[in-house]
């Protein structure tokens, strides 16, 4: 028989989103009459916005027709999405990004996976915890991450978050040579702030580290010193990648349209000590196993920046950030301990009374009927945690709020 791939064996067995949907159904079953309020989902839950939706239209029309037929793309997106990202996420903010250091793909999870095909193996990692479970994941099934015990890998760094360090991370003791970073934070709603991030790229310039900062949530960014780039900071074109989505900023996540910032300054070495540029590794690598995001999606995320687009996608922005307000003020006011739900719709909550966190859920879920995330499947310090999300209506938000408070 064939070979398999021994590194799948050491990953852990993903059974958060299973193991809810298990609990749910049993619920479910024995009350049938309980109206259940979901707030568990990481996925957006209003439609494209109107603008997005008619140059998909459009786009459709172009297929069809022979003088506008589009066929294969360039590997690396069009230019008529590169450019406007260029001038509207980079050049307008201040920040010098051009065109062809930006490459459009399906979506940052495939990009976070697939990135370190173009890094050597061997190279450490180092990852938060709590973490967005594709960071560690991908590394272990690369062979970096080494024997698991309990919940973590030893072949990984982690660097925790929590109540001690204001849920931002800190400079890790022991020298990684890859930081995934994600701010606005999933799972924590957390943000990293200017000066906290600068920290960080200093750090990478010193000790020579690659920051891997995904910014899937930058879209929601409301407070002022809370960087829309990691390329704000002075210095980071040199240490740093970006991985963007239209997923949560458009709700394009059954669309399928991202893209990866790759600096033409950012550089790495070979083996026999030879200075290579990423960016052109990427795009070799992105030519030889990508053969582009689709035409019509890359039509509907260049849509996002119109006029209407860009009012249309910040509409929608706010009225999840409504739910998170609702959420903020209605736990908090319930004696809850909380943070997130300012730039991100994420809610990270303290479960009451020393419950661990599938204690919590099962609380919540019996006595309210309310669904979230149990922290501890994040990784281990969200152990005692519950993640809630803005995604869902106003009125579903606030009857779940009225049924939290009803304790
Ligand atoms: C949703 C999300 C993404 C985006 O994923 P897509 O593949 O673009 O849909 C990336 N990172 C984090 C942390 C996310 O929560």
């Given at each position: 028989?064939?070979?398999?791939?021994?590194?799948?064996?050491?990953?852990?067995?993903?059974?958060?989103?299973?193991?809810?949907?298990?609990?749910?159904?049993?619920?479910?079953?024995?009350?049938?009459?309980?109206?259940?309020?979901?707030?568990?989902?990481?996925?957006?839950?209003?439609?494209?916005?109107?603008?997005?939706?008619?140059?998909?239209?459009?786009?459709?029309?172009?297929?069809?027709?022979?003088?506008?037929?589009?066929?294969?793309?360039?590997?690396?997106?069009?230019?008529?999405?590169?450019?406007?990202?260029?001038?509207?996420?980079?050049?307008?903010?201040?920040?010098?990004?051009?065109?062809?250091?930006?490459?459009?793909?399906?979506?940052?999870?495939?990009?976070?996976?697939?990135?370190?095909?173009?890094?050597?193996?061997?190279?450490?990692?180092?990852?938060?915890?709590?973490?967005?479970?594709?960071?560690?994941?991908?590394?272990?099934?690369?062979?970096?991450?080494?024997?698991?015990?309990?919940?973590?890998?030893?072949?990984?760094?982690?660097?925790?978050?929590?109540?001690?360090?204001?849920?931002?991370?800190?400079?890790?003791?022991?020298?990684?040579?890859?930081?995934?970073?994600?701010?606005?934070?999933?799972?924590?709603?957390?943000?990293?702030?200017?000066?906290?991030?600068?920290?960080?790229?200093?750090?990478?310039?010193?000790?020579?580290?690659?920051?891997?900062?995904?910014?899937?949530?930058?879209?929601?960014?409301?407070?002022?010193?809370?960087?829309?780039?990691?390329?704000?900071?002075?210095?980071?074109?040199?240490?740093?990648?970006?991985?963007?989505?239209?997923?949560?900023?458009?709700?394009?996540?059954?669309?399928?349209?991202?893209?990866?910032?790759?600096?033409?300054?950012?550089?790495?070495?070979?083996?026999?000590?030879?200075v290579i540029s990423l960016n052109r590794l990427w795009n070799r690598r992105q030519c030889t196993k990508?053969?582009?995001?689709?035409?019509?999606?890359?039509?509907?995320?260049?849509?996002?920046?119109?006029?209407?687009?860009?009012?249309?996608?910040?509409?929608?922005?706010?009225?999840?950030?409504?739910?998170?307000?609702?959420?903020?003020?209605?736990?908090?006011?319930?004696?809850?301990?909380?943070?997130?739900?300012?730039?991100?719709?994420?809610?990270?909550?303290?479960?009451?009374?020393?419950?661990?966190?599938?204690?919590?859920?099962?609380?919540?879920?019996?006595?309210?009927?309310?669904?979230?995330?149990?922290?501890?499947?994040?990784?281990?310090?969200?152990?005692?945690?519950?993640?809630?999300?803005?995604?869902?209506?106003?009125?579903?938000?606030?009857?779940?709020?009225?049924?939290?408070?009803?304790?």
């Amino acid at each position: 028989m064939i070979r398999v791939n021994d590194n799948f064996g050491l990953l852990p067995e993903s059974y958060l989103f299973s193991e809810v949907a298990r609990r749910v159904k049993e619920f479910q079953e024995k009350n049938p009459d309980v109206k259940i309020i979901r707030m568990g989902i990481g996925d957006v839950t209003r439609p494209l916005c109107r603008a997005s939706v008619e140059a998909m239209h459009r786009a459709a029309d172009d297929e069809a027709d022979t003088a506008t037929f589009h066929g294969y793309g360039p590997e690396q997106g069009y230019s008529f999405l590169r450019d406007k990202i260029a001038d509207f996420d980079y050049q307008r903010r201040g920040i010098d990004i051009s065109a062809d250091e930006i490459f459009i793909g399906d979506g940052a999870k495939s990009d976070l996976g697939n990135f370190f095909d173009i890094l050597a193996q061997d190279n450490t990692v180092a990852v938060t915890d709590p973490v967005y479970p594709v960071y560690v994941d991908t590394n272990v099934m690369g062979g970096r991450g080494g024997k698991r015990t309990g919940e973590h890998h030893e072949g990984i760094i982690y660097i925790p978050i929590n109540k001690d360090n204001d849920y931002i991370p800190q400079l890790p003791g022991v020298r990684p040579d890859v930081i995934y970073l994600c701010s606005p934070n999933n799972p924590t709603g957390t943000a990293m702030t200017r000066g906290e991030l600068r920290k960080w790229i200093e750090y990478a310039r010193k000790e020579n580290c690659l920051i891997l900062f995904d910014s899937a949530y930058e879209s929601y960014i409301h407070s002022d010193d809370v960087p829309h780039s990691i390329y704000e900071i002075e210095g980071a074109k040199e240490v740093a990648v970006e991985f963007r989505s239209f997923s949560k900023t458009a709700g394009f996540t059954g669309v399928r349209c991202g893209y990866t910032v790759v600096p033409s300054v950012l550089k790495g070495k070979d083996s026999e000590g030879n200075v290579i540029s990423l960016n052109r590794l990427w795009n070799r690598r992105q030519c030889t196993k990508f053969n582009g995001a689709s035409y019509i999606s890359q039509r509907a995320a260049e849509a996002v920046y119109s006029p209407e687009g860009r009012k249309q996608i910040m509409e929608t922005v706010e009225y999840y950030m409504e739910n998170a307000r609702m959420m903020r003020e209605s736990l908090a006011g319930a004696g809850y301990e909380i943070v997130g739900g300012i730039d991100s719709p994420y809610i990270w909550m303290k479960t009451p009374d020393g419950m661990s966190s599938w204690e919590f859920f099962d609380f919540l879920l019996s006595r309210h009927g309310i669904v979230g995330t149990p922290g501890s499947g994040f990784g281990a310090e969200g152990e005692g945690y519950l993640r809630l999300t803005a995604f869902n209506t106003h009125e579903a938000t606030e009857e779940a709020m009225q049924r939290m408070h009803k304790k």
